[in-house]
């Protein structure tokens, strides 16, 4: 469980209200499908202390929270600003498993994608209808917010309060659920260090350059001294006043592990810690993906320093990616049994009882499912329950049970962690190495003051470097993720160094006040040059083809997660004699599926229905499509710019009723139509 801390420590103000909509929709619901499994199913529940700490805020109902603070204002009484604000916030939300359910949200959130002006009632429904939306199913059938959900629309000021303080009242009960399960022995709680820091990179910054040795590297000088030890050995403190009891495992955030960071594990008495298959991989040098060499994932490792053992757990890559990435889109018995069924594949090619780590996102994941996933964890944890040959256990029960599975030593861990195996997300990319190359600066600046000021002034300036040294400033920097909040993760970064120098009296040089953050990342690798001639066969027939034809980065927003491929990587496209023109190849090579239907969506959720059979050229309402190599379709003009001249396209790959892959992820391809089209293609 993890967010990036977003409070403003100069305002004291919540930029961004996301672990208040997780808090209502997921954290609470995730302990409450282990509860409703009485005792039959166990899992570990990993919390970031800096995550708890933001928790306890909105327990306040005076919180400042710059999203909260105009929903506690009457619509009519809004700024222009603080108009645009809220709009902004409601529209921050999954259509499909979220918003579409509530008629009367879909239809503001359709005036809002097309720049029609609302109402002050239909602001306040959709803030309210926003709220519902983001809140699990357990708390949907509480008695406020089922009759507002039922009521559906006409909200009042009046109900709007009420469920605002109906959240607060819940948020306080999230811990100590969590603290409950953990007495009865249905759950572990593990913490992660307490900013979410990267803690190789602070320990050392030479371990980046064993996993990355051609990546350009920031100038940190003498790097960060012992602030990798602060963050592991005061989340113990914090951890074990929250949850009553001293942690004992820790996922290192990121997955993010080094032989330096473990041996400090070691020394502040945690049992396990775990990462991901690709350092498993790269520590015993060997092909994870593939058998014989892939049993070597289910046994159990440990690390010793001293006499004193740390077992390490290798998350299983695929397993765990088809629940946070793949099953979202499939009907929740068809991929409960192909959960199992890989299990069980797993189960008969071991010689000893294989030990299987799922380990992914405890949040971002269930908004893509429908109802959060509800019926997915339900009919999954009651098969876990009845499957005789399976025992579900914490990681903490793993590492000190009896088991037939081996124990090997592990002399030698990688440096790396859970995507690449390697630290590229957050350092390389010239905007990663500016972030730390001011975070360095700053330490070094205010190392000669911290023993000649106030122990009060030192501790708030600490924490603002500590909080400055977590991972999620720099996951936002360079190439790799989009949000369009990006220029606010990049200042809030800057403010808690900028902070420090303030409350030092020092001059804030002046980059410091220069955006690292040069520009939302974007899709588009080319705009189309000049009008294209397409053989509509499913191939690229020659080389002249497609070669006027614009190019676009299908995968460029992955999101906070990555998934790893998919059919829809790369988008080609065109214009010729009154047609746009598509065409989708697949990622990595992957063989296309053998029929299907692809859905375009345009502005306004308008759909073009495209089947698609194998080695056959269709043809229905002027639109016509080949499925073979790649998939390429010709659409009369009209049909994508029948209203207006901008407009923003999605492609939705389909096998039945069940939507297989989406993309772009979280954004949209936008098209803009003038008198010469093949110049005003953009993102």
Not at 68 to 97: A, C, H
Not at 242 to 252: D, E, Q, T, V, Y
Not at 544 to 562: I, N, V
Not at 576 to 585: A, E, Q, W
Request: glycine share 6%; with cysteine; net charge negative.
């Amino acid at each position: 469980m993890h967010q990036p801390y977003y409070k403003d420590s100069a305002e004291g103000t919540f930029d961004m209200p996301w672990v208040y909509l997780h808090a209502l929709k997921d954290y609470y619901e995730m302990a409450r499908h282990i509860i409703d499994t009485d005792g039959r199913v166990k899992a570990t529940f990993n919390y970031v202390p800096s995550l708890v700490m933001q928790l306890r805020d909105y327990e306040n109902r005076n919180v400042s929270d710059s999203f909260l603070i105009v929903l506690r204002k009457g619509v009519d009484t809004l700024s222009v600003g603080e108009r645009e604000l809220l709009i902004r916030q409601v529209k921050m939300v999954n259509y499909r498993t979220m918003a579409a359910e509530f008629k009367r949200f879909s239809e503001i959130l359709v005036k809002l994608d097309a720049a029609i002006p609302i109402s002050n009632a239909e602001l306040r429904d959709a803030s309210v209808l926003y709220l519902l939306s983001w809140t699990g199913v357990f708390w949907r059938t509480d008695d406020l917010p089922a009759a507002l959900i039922s009521k559906g629309a006409g909200f009042t000021e009046e109900e709007k309060t009420l469920l605002l303080d109906y959240y607060v009242d819940k948020i306080a009960t999230i811990i100590p659920t969590h603290k409950e399960l953990v007495e009865r022995g249905a759950i572990e709680v593990s913490c992660t260090p307490m900013f979410h820091p990267i803690l190789p990179l602070l320990a050392d910054f030479s371990s980046a350059k064993e996993a990355m040795p051609l990546s350009p590297m920031p100038n940190v000088g003498d790097g960060f001294g012992d602030d990798y030890k602060w963050h592991i050995s005061e989340a113990v403190k914090f951890h074990e006043e929250a949850f009553g009891k001293r942690p004992l495992g820790s996922w290192p955030s990121e997955g993010s592990v080094s032989a330096l960071v473990a041996d400090e594990y070691i020394d502040n008495g945690f049992r396990w810690i775990a990462s991901d298959e690709d350092i498993l991989a790269r520590s015993l040098e060997i092909n994870i993906k593939s058998y014989p060499d892939r049993k070597n994932l289910y046994r159990q490792y440990y690390r010793e320093k001293e006499g004193k053992r740390l077992n390490i757990y290798f998350r299983d890559k695929q397993l765990s990616d088809l629940i946070g990435f793949t099953y979202s889109t499939w009907a929740a018995d068809a991929a409960v049994d192909d959960f199992m069924g890989k299990l069980c594949q797993i189960y008969d090619a071991c010689e000893y009882s294989p030990h299987v780590s799922v380990i992914l996102d405890g949040e971002n994941a269930w908004e893509y499912y429908p109802k959060n996933a509800s019926e997915f964890f339900t009919k999954l944890y009651k098969r876990l329950a009845s499957e005789e040959w399976i025992t579900t256990q914490t990681m903490l029960e793993a590492s000190e049970g009896d088991s037939s599975t081996p124990y090997i030593r592990l002399d030698k861990l990688a440096s790396g962690s859970w995507i690449y195996g390697n630290f590229a997300i957050w350092c390389g990319h010239h905007e990663k190495n500016k972030g730390w190359e001011l975070l360095a600066a700053t330490k070094r600046t205010m190392a000669p003051y911290l023993d000649k000021i106030s122990p009060e002034l030192k501790e708030t300036i600490l924490k603002e470097l500590h909080i400055a040294e977590g991972s999620d400033w720099f996951w936002w920097y360079g190439d790799d993720h989009h949000t369009i909040q990006a220029d606010q993760f990049d200042r809030l970064f800057r403010g808690h160094l900028i902070n420090i120098h303030t409350k030092l009296d020092l001059p804030v040089p002046h980059d410091f006040f220069e955006p690292i953050k040069s520009t939302a990342k974007s899709g588009l690798i080319r705009k189309p040059s000049k009008a294209i001639n397409v053989n509509m066969d499913g191939q690229i027939t020659d080389f002249y083809e497609w070669l006027g034809a614009g190019e676009f980065d299908l995968s460029f927003d992955e999101g906070s997660m990555h998934s790893g491929g998919g059919y829809m990587g790369k988008l080609y496209f065109g214009y010729n004699s009154g047609y746009v023109c598509f065409r989708l190849d697949s990622e990595k090579g992957l063989t296309l599926p053998e029929s299907g239907t692809l859905e375009i969506e345009v502005e306004s959720r308008q759909k073009i229905v495209v089947p698609l059979k194998k080695g056959v050229r269709l043809e229905s309402e002027g639109v016509v499509s080949y499925l073979s190599k790649v998939i390429e379709v010709m659409v009369p003009e009209s049909m994508i710019f029948s209203a207006d001249n901008a407009v923003g396209v999605v492609f939705y790959l389909k096998d039945g009723r069940n939507i297989s892959e989406r993309a772009p992820r979280y954004n949209a391809v936008k098209l803009e139509k003038t008198d010469d089209i093949m110049n005003d293609w953009m993102v």
